[in-house]
């Protein structure tokens, strides 16, 4: 048989890196971090324990990866979302309050996953990691690319939105604040009915707040 060429031992390295961290995910998600062992999630992904720690110097590093590529799936969610949802009349003002609801909802699809990213910040801090999972906008503001900066620019453009604020300032404000809240939601929760109620009550007040900063009166 003849041997692998170079960009094929990357692609099946990349293949299996991207198997361990979608299969640490699911496992940090069940079993909680310090619970879980690397010889399983490796069992999982289909590979040896040393080859998870050829991708992966540290267990650290495997939750830092798996947490951003939450961020990453949650963010892409939004996104294809947004897309089914906006439509071509729609004002810049409109598609911020779609775009807005539409993160909220990741508090009733995403919970028990924004549990674990609380929990990979605390490990990540325990185990001197610099670099920490960071709630941040996928894309800058000037670069108008994520649905929520196209649609400022859009509202800025067509008047329905404020030109008279710092709104890159608040976009990145808006998705600190909402990503905060819906993290502190889920821990918090109690994951029953009622408690469904009162964070989709406490939710909807957040976007209104939101949209009022945004909207040209």
Same mark, same amino acid.
């Given at each position: ?70 961020? +990453? ?11 089914? !949802?906006?439509? /071509?009349?729609?004002?810049?003002? !409109?598609?911020? +309050? ?12 995403? /919970?028990?996953?924004?549990? %674990? ?31 929520? +900066? ?11 939105? /404020? ?5 890159? +300032? ?33 939710? !909807?007040? %957040?976007?209104?707040?939101? !949209?009022? %900063?945004? /909207?040209?009166?």
């Amino acid at each position: 048989m003849a041997d692998c060429s170079p960009a094929q031992k990357r692609s099946r390295r990349e293949t299996n890196r991207e198997r361990v961290t979608a299969q640490a995910l699911e496992c940090f998600v069940e079993q909680g971090i310090e619970a879980a062992k690397i010889s399983e999630i490796a069992q999982r992904a289909g590979v040896t324990e040393r080859s998870v720690y050829r991708y992966f110097a540290t267990k650290a590093d495997l939750v830092l990866e798996t947490a951003l590529l939450f961020w +990453s799936e949650a963010m892409g969610q939004v996104d294809a979302q947004a897309q089914r !949802e906006l439509t /071509r009349g729609m004002c810049g003002a !409109e598609r911020i +309050s779609k775009i807005l609801r539409g993160y909220a909802q990741l508090y009733f699809t995403r /919970r028990q996953m924004l549990v %674990f990213v609380h929990e990979a910040e605390a490990y990540l801090n325990r185990c001197g990691k610099a670099l920490l999972v960071e709630n941040k906008p996928p894309a800058a503001f000037e670069d108008c690319i994520g649905p929520l +900066s196209a649609a400022i620019h859009k509202g800025m453009e067509d008047g329905s939105v /404020r030109t008279d604020i710092d709104v890159a +300032s608040l976009y990145y404000n808006t998705y600190d604040a909402m990503l905060g809240l819906i993290q502190k939601l889920a821990i918090g929760g109690r994951n029953d009915a009622s408690d469904d109620e009162s964070a989709r009550v406490r939710l !909807e007040q %957040f976007c209104e707040m939101m !949209e009022s %900063f945004y /909207r040209k009166q």
